[in-house]
């Protein structure tokens, strides 16, 4: 009977673990699948919090930057310069540049002495400088100014000296792509460095050579060997850096422009009065012509003097350029 009833029980328990066992495993299962779902899930919210933090920053990043620079004008830079721009530049009048003369402000090219230097059988003028230097900026204002009496140009575009310098943002051009013509004179350009400080164009040896000899400033040694250099025919040379201390980091292209003609203006005085005597230098070197220019009086302005003590040299030195080997506003 004790064996009967044992066999009874065991077959009692065989029938419940046929029967609660699989649900057991099933449970088991769907806990398991539970746990994997949810790891699923944290993974894929932790990653989408790393995604969107780092869009977070990098919009935060981009907002610093334009708020850092703010300056709605960069778009502009390497674009062609508006054939209006350049009229004012180059359309200022007789009657203004002769009121404005030579401003006390404004330092004119010095004397300097050696073998002429000519291209073609005509007198040439060497611009050296780069599009990220300000002080060049401002000298290119002035450059295309007085050139602009003795021939014509095209292919100017507009630049902007570096966003990370003094006087950042200048609005100014470059003549990387510039192209000059005139039957007085050679205007030979070199930018050696673009707006990021990288290399741009080389100086020939013989270039280079000139730089060494000329770009020498008697007023200020720290100013020699730097940026912007002008030789004019080996007879004057602006070699002590920008010819006034015209900043106009905080404007545009037209604002600039549109107070070219006024002789009233502060900013045409320096701009217009460092061209009167760019202008004066070329009319000495090239035999005074042409007479509708030369013999104006604003053609006749006192230079190779020394530099002036009210205005502070403002050069950049090119210990760090490289080697130099032979080869609102309206757009």
């Known amino acids: 009977m004790i064996a009967r009833a044992r066999l009874v029980r065991r077959a009692a328990f065989q029938r419940f673990a046929l029967f609660i066992y699989p649900k057991f495993q099933s449970d088991q299962q769907m806990g398991r699948r539970a746990t994997m779902n949810a ?5 894929r919210l ?4 790393v995604v969107v933090a780092v869009i977070g920053l990098v919009l935060v990043f981009v907002l610093i930057y334009q708020a850092a620079t ?8 390497g674009q062609p310069v508006a054939p209006g721009i350049l009229k004012e530049i180059t359309g200022v009048s007789d009657s203004t540049l002769a009121a404005v003369g030579e401003p006390s402000g404004v330092s004119p090219p010095a004397k300097v002495t050696g073998t002429e230097l000519t291209s073609g059988g005509l007198p040439e003028v060497l611009y050296v400088g780069a599009e990220y230097c300000p002080f060049c900026g401002i000298e290119r204002w002035s450059l295309i100014m007085a ?3 003795f ?3 095209s292919g100017i575009y507009y630049m902007q000296s570096s966003s990370t310098d003094v006087n950042p943002n200048t609005p100014t051009f470059t003549f990387i792509n510039a192209t000059y013509t005139s039957k007085y004179i050679v205007f030979v350009h070199v930018e050696e460095e673009n707006r990021a400080k990288a290399s741009l164009q080389n100086l020939t040896t013989t270039q280079s050579n000139l730089f060494t000899q000329y770009d020498v400033c008697a007023a200020d040694s720290s100013a020699s060997d730097g940026f912007p250099f002008v030789d004019i025919a080996n007879t ?3 070699n002590c850096g920008a010819q006034s201390a015209l900043d106009i980091s905080n404007e545009n292209w037209t604002t600039i422009a549109s107070q070219l ?3 009233g203006s502060s900013t045409a005085q320096l701009i217009d009065g460092a061209a009167n005597t760019l202008i004066s230098a070329i009319c000495n070197v090239d035999g005074g012509q042409p007479t509708s220019v030369c013999s104006q009086s604003f053609a006749t302005v006192s230079i190779g003097g020394p530099i002036s003590v009210s205005n502070p040299v403002q050069s ?3 210990a760090a350029a490289p080697e130099r080997v032979e080869p609102k506003w309206t757009a």
Do not use: M, Q
């Not at 703010?70 to 830079?77: A, E, L, V």
């Open 70 to 77: 703010n300056d709605p004008y960069s778009k502009y830079i």
């Open 316 to 318: 950049y030195a090119v």
């Open 46 to 49: 932790l990653y989408g919090s």
């Open 39 to 43: 790891r699923k899930r944290n993974r």
């Open 147 to 149: 050139l602009s009496h």
């Open 151 to 153: 021939g014509t140009f």
């Open 236 to 238: 004057y040379a602006v």
């Open 261 to 263: 003609n006024d002789s």
